[in-house]
């Protein structure tokens, strides 16, 4: 007879109500059995009085006693009850002058606080049963018109009590929905309030940290001209004073935006040649610092369409992902870069055979200060996921499909449109 919904708060405070009220009421009647006013069977008093123990036991059960228990006092207190009122209503002359059988109507009305639908209609057809079975031994033929107007009252109390409860209980699903949908906002409003917090902390230092930035790339450029001006006089070459001089040119675009206001103008674009020619670039620089890196870019060059980003915003995604999977990789391992998608949508995949991430991870990898690194700030990927997302794209993280174990950084960007 208990529903799903028995373990719930709600119905727990219930079922203690349930206890306490139906102590309460049998409190009551002994006292008039006691002044005379109700007239039983000498067996009477001490079957009241066992009854309003055990509906105070049950009270003290339900308020603090283990869930086994709580769920055994749940079925058996209907049941209880109904034998207790049938026995009493049978002592006191049956349907045809008996009060008790009050205490059939009770049980049914109190079933709507802890039971389902079901077990409110059972509690109703067991009601049913036993007004006529204690009456069977007293004879009916004499009581059969009122007996039979109790008994369909309690169907017609069992029926109502169910519809009412299966309302309630509509109304209880559709609020702890809408519960439910506030949390979920609530919490998702708690995560961008952190994020923000996070972003904060960074923001007051942002102007003095592009100022000393750019003092410090103008120094680098300075040094790194020279260097390259005694390699020329000397006719030598140096691959990685030109990686190092590439560098320090990014850095000197990074300070420059760091310092420049917010821009409302054109959106600018690559083709799907600069993309992959951006991608090669950055992959050339790593293996320059990382020898034991593996580093390739794959798909299908010639297809036309263009990227609504920015070099400089794709050069700074792909470093952030790019560099995360070369040090989840140790610096050392394959790492591929895919360029594929129709020509409305292009899409990008950033492959490693790192150890993988977990799914546990993968929810909250993209927030601000999360980070698995023990020297990490945990902004990276936070940063190419807004600047994908700013871009209309989107940017998600998955298990590395092509070889395991590994992770694969999916960027979905729409392709430039005209404004």
């Known amino acids: ?73 749940h079925v058996a207190a209907p049941l209880g009850g109904i034998a207790t009122w049938t026995l009493l209503a049978h002592w006191s002359g049956g349907a045809a002058n008996s009060l008790f059988l009050a205490g059939l109507w009770f049980e049914i009305i109190l079933s709507g606080l802890t039971h389902s639908v079901r077990g409110i209609l059972v509690i109703a057809t067991l009601a049913f049963a036993a007004i006529w079975g204690q009456q069977l031994p007293l004879g009916i033929d004499e009581v059969l018109g009122p007996l039979s107007i109790q008994s369909s009252l309690l169907l017609l109390a069992g029926a109502t009590t169910a519809w009412i409860r299966h309302s309630w209980g509509g109304r209880q699903a559709r609020l702890t929905t809408r519960l439910g949908e506030e949390e979920r906002r609530r919490t998702l409003t708690e995560q961008e309030l952190e994020d923000a917090r996070a972003l904060a902390v960074l923001g007051e230092r942002n102007a003095r940290l592009g100022h000393e930035l750019k003092n410090a790339v103008h120094s680098m450029k300075g ?91 794709l050069a700074e995604i792909l470093t952030n992902l790019i560099q995360n999977g070369v040090e989840a990789m140790e610096g050392r391992g394959e790492l591929v870069v895919r360029i594929h998608g129709p020509v409305e949508t292009i899409r990008i995949e950033v492959s490693d055979r790192g150890p993988g991430i977990s799914n546990e991870l993968a929810n909250r990898i993209f927030r601000a200060g999360q980070t698995t690194k023990a020297d990490g700030h945990g902004m990276g990927l936070y940063i190419a996921r807004r600047l994908v997302e700013a871009a209309g794209g989107h940017l998600s993280v998955g298990p590395n499909e092509h070889a395991s174990p590994g992770s694969t950084f999916r960027i979905s960007l729409p392709a430039f449109r005209e404004v």
């Open 1 to 73: 007879m208990s529903g799903s919904n028995a373990k719930t708060p709600a119905v727990a405070r219930g079922e203690g109500t349930r206890h306490l009220a139906t102590f309460l009421f049998q409190a009551s009647l002994l006292g008039y059995v006691a002044l005379g006013w109700l007239p039983i069977d000498h067996r009477g008093p001490p079957l009241l009085a066992v009854a309003m123990v055990a509906n105070l036991v049950a009270f003290l059960v339900t308020l603090r006693g283990p869930s086994a228990l709580r769920r055994a006092v």
């Open 223 to 313: 040094f790194s001209t020279l260097l390259q001006r005694d390699l020329t006089r000397a006719g030598l070459d140096s691959p990685a004073l030109r990686g190092l001089a590439g560098s320090i040119e990014q850095l000197d675009v990074l300070a420059r935006e760091t310092l420049r206001p917010s821009s409302n103008g054109q959106p600018s674009s690559l083709t799907r040649a600069e993309v992959f020619e951006l991608a090669d670039e950055t992959l050339s620089d790593l293996t320059l610092r990382y020898p034991e890196l593996d580093c390739r870019v794959e798909g299908e060059r010639a297809t036309a369409g263009r990227l609504g980003v920015s070099t400089g915003v």
